[in-house]
């Protein structure tokens, strides 16, 4: 199993940039899909972007895609969100998950799917 931790969240102005990091611990992290989730006040979860296994695939949600880059470093057992061209409507904790579900290169976007979660990272955008 892996356990995620979240890091490098902060408040930022609209038009920022901001990376956030994951680090899993575990010997057997490049056997498992990692995600990225936000979760704004009084609203759901939401997938934001996931990287598959060996990093050959990725997915984006409509609402970051072509701002928001994924990558993971399976060397060092962690996974990346670099995040441009922020927006207030970004304001969310974000969350880093990791899956078993699938195949090598799938990515999964359904928050049942991922088994392991982290604990968030407060990202705040101010207009």
């Known amino acids: 199993q892996v356990q995620p931790v979240e890091s490098g969240g902060g408040l930022v102005q609209a038009g920022d940039s901001l990376r956030l990091s994951c680090a899993a611990s575990?010997?057997?992290?490049?056997?498992?899909?990692m995600g990225w989730f936000r979760q704004a006040p009084v609203q759901g979860r939401e997938f934001v972007a996931g990287i598959s296994r060996g990093g050959d695939s990725t997915y984006y949600s409509q609402s970051v895609k072509e701002r928001f880059t994924t990558s993971r470093d399976n060397a060092k057992n962690m996974v990346y969100l670099q995040m441009n061209s922020l927006k207030p409507e970004d304001t969310a904790v974000y969350y880093c998950a990791a899956s078993a579900t699938g195949s090598y290169y799938y990515v999964p976007r359904g928050e049942r799917q991922y088994d392991y979660w982290g604990q968030g990272t407060q990202v705040t955008v101010s207009s």
């Open positions: 575990g010997r057997t992290f490049s056997n498992y899909h």
